[in-house]
């Protein structure tokens, strides 16, 4: 049994499209200016509109007359290779590249994905602006602009993907929290005495930092990104600042694994505060 199509689910279904209008090609018209031009405007209708009737025909008719007082400009069009269009494209509406040279572009995206190499947007902004400088267009006729690009991925069938992340939520009572905090430090402050606060905050550093976007092949469940492994090696910042706003200098906390020898083991932890002796002589 044939499969049916699928059964809505919203209790309405989507109004069919009336086609009220045609687009016409200014190749179309061109050949109909042409015959115009040789036959007159009554003939014109009669060979390309033979089944038009009374009101229609009139309509036609003016159709006709205004493509016939546009001949130069079809002409035109014609004749520098856009005969297969429609419209010509508003004043200020940006130009695009060549098919060859968006084919690179597109080859240039996947072999970096082949090797692994994550491609951000700017990347393929900065490339298709280079390209677009080897055929002689200024930044002002091609930017590479936020439009074109998402022209250009659907086109090659690519799409941004973002890097999957996992973090914390915020609780939901964190500010109640932090101002309890505050008054507790005010209220000590009071209690003690105490004219000056500093507070310490730790920081960290990664080693290695990757983009959190890059360009790939639309539908694919697993994107890889080559690195050198050390995307979760990180160091410590120690940043310190007085409540007269006052910042002191900062100073970075590494860590070094510990020794296999437990006499080495032993003199670190006892001599060089856990320090190994290449980094305790710097």
């Given at each position: 049994?044939?499969?049916?199509s699928?059964?809505?689910?919203?209790?309405?279904?989507?109004?069919?499209?009336?086609?009220?209008?045609?687009?016409?090609?200014?190749?179309?018209?061109?050949?109909?200016?042409?015959?115009?031009?040789?036959?007159g405007?009554?003939a014109?209708?009669?060979?390309f509109?033979p089944?038009?009737q009374?009101?229609?025909?009139k309509?036609?008719?003016?159709?006709?007359?205004?493509?016939f007082?546009?001949?130069?400009?079809?002409?035109?069009?014609?004749?520098?290779?856009?005969?297969?269009?429609?419209?010509?494209?508003?004043?200020?509406?940006?130009?695009?590249?060549?098919?060859?040279?968006?084919?690179?572009?597109?080859?240039?995206?996947r072999?970096?994905?082949?090797?692994?190499?994550?491609?951000?947007?700017?990347?393929?902004?900065?490339?298709?602006r280079?390209?677009?400088?080897?055929?002689?267009?200024?930044?002002?006729?091609?930017?590479?602009?936020?439009?074109w690009?998402?022209?250009?991925?659907?086109?090659?069938?690519?799409?941004?993907?973002?890097?999957?992340?996992?973090?914390?939520?915020?609780p939901g009572?964190?500010?109640?929290?932090?101002?309890?905090?505050?008054?507790e430090?005010?209220?000590?402050?009071?209690?003690?005495?105490i004219?000056?606060?500093?507070?310490?905050?730790?920081?960290?550093?990664?080693?290695?930092?990757?983009?959190?976007?890059?360009?790939?092949?639309?539908?694919?469940?697993?994107?890889?990104v080559?690195?050198?492994?050390?995307?979760?090696?990180?160091?410590?910042a120690?940043?310190?600042?007085?409540?007269?706003?006052?910042?002191?200098?900062?100073?970075?906390?590494?860590k070094?694994?510990?020794?296999?020898?437990?006499?080495?083991?032993?003199?670190?932890h006892?001599?060089?505060?856990?320090f190994?002796?290449?980094?305790?002589?710097?």
């Open positions: 049994m044939p499969r049916g699928r059964p809505r689910v919203k209790g309405f279904e989507a109004s069919p499209s009336q086609c009220l209008r045609t687009a016409i090609s200014y190749q179309r018209k061109y050949i109909s200016n042409s015959f115009v031009e040789q036959n405007m009554a014109a209708v009669t060979r509109y089944s038009l009374a009101e229609a025909r309509r036609k008719k003016r159709q006709l007359h205004k493509w007082e546009a001949r130069d400009d079809i002409a035109k069009q014609v004749a520098q290779g856009n005969g297969h269009l429609c419209k010509e494209p508003r004043s200020g509406v940006g130009c695009i590249l060549p098919r060859a040279e968006e084919d690179y572009l597109a080859f240039w995206i072999d970096l994905r082949r090797e692994g190499v994550p491609v951000s947007p700017l990347m393929l902004q900065m490339k298709a280079a390209v677009a400088g080897e055929l002689g267009l200024r930044s002002d006729q091609f930017s590479a602009s936020s439009s690009r998402l022209r250009f991925l659907k086109s090659y069938r690519l799409s941004l993907r973002r890097r999957t992340r996992i973090g914390q939520k915020t009572d964190s500010r109640e929290v932090a101002e309890k905090f505050r008054e430090v005010q209220r000590m402050m009071v209690k003690n005495g004219t000056e606060v500093y507070n310490a905050d730790q920081t960290a550093l990664n080693f290695e930092h990757l983009p959190t976007h890059t360009i790939d092949e639309t539908g694919t469940r697993t994107v890889w080559r690195n050198s492994g050390k995307e979760k090696s990180r160091l410590t120690m940043v310190l600042a007085d409540s007269r706003g006052i910042k002191r200098a900062p100073f970075l906390v590494f070094q694994p510990p020794s296999r020898v437990p006499v080495t083991e032993q003199h670190n006892k001599e060089q505060k856990g190994g002796r290449d980094l305790w002589k710097r």
